[in-house]
């Protein structure tokens, strides 16, 4: 950690991590479901939500490591879009397949 610039990057780092696992622990709530109803298109909302989990730890890490370099610019701006778009298209998938 470099004591002028605090601890962005480990909070940012921190904070994808923890959405990453909330994403995840809603994935295996979704596969126990789907277990539940001998799968089929129930496992839709499964593969979608195990994708934006590891999109999210993805992201994560790569901003993660963006902040961590001496000159950190701002976060790509298609980053929360494609986050939001994955997290969209996971509870519709939901709404519709379970």
């Not at 890490?61 to 298609?78: C, K, N």
Request: glycine fraction near 6%; aromatic fraction near 4%.
């Amino acid at each position: 950690m470099n004591p002028a610039r605090g601890a962005q990057a480990e909070r940012t780092g921190l904070a994808w991590r923890r959405t990453a696992l909330a994403a995840a622990a809603c994935t295996v709530l979704l596969l126990h479901s789907a277990a539940q109803r001998h799968w089929g298109v129930a496992l839709v909302p499964v593969l979608l939500s195990a994708g934006t989990s590891a999109l999210l730890a993805a992201f994560g890490t790569l901003r993660e490591r963006a902040l961590r370099t001496p000159e950190p610019g701002p976060a790509h701006p298609a980053l929360p879009a494609i986050a939001s778009l994955a997290v969209t298209a996971t509870a519709a998938s939901v709404a519709i397949f379970h």
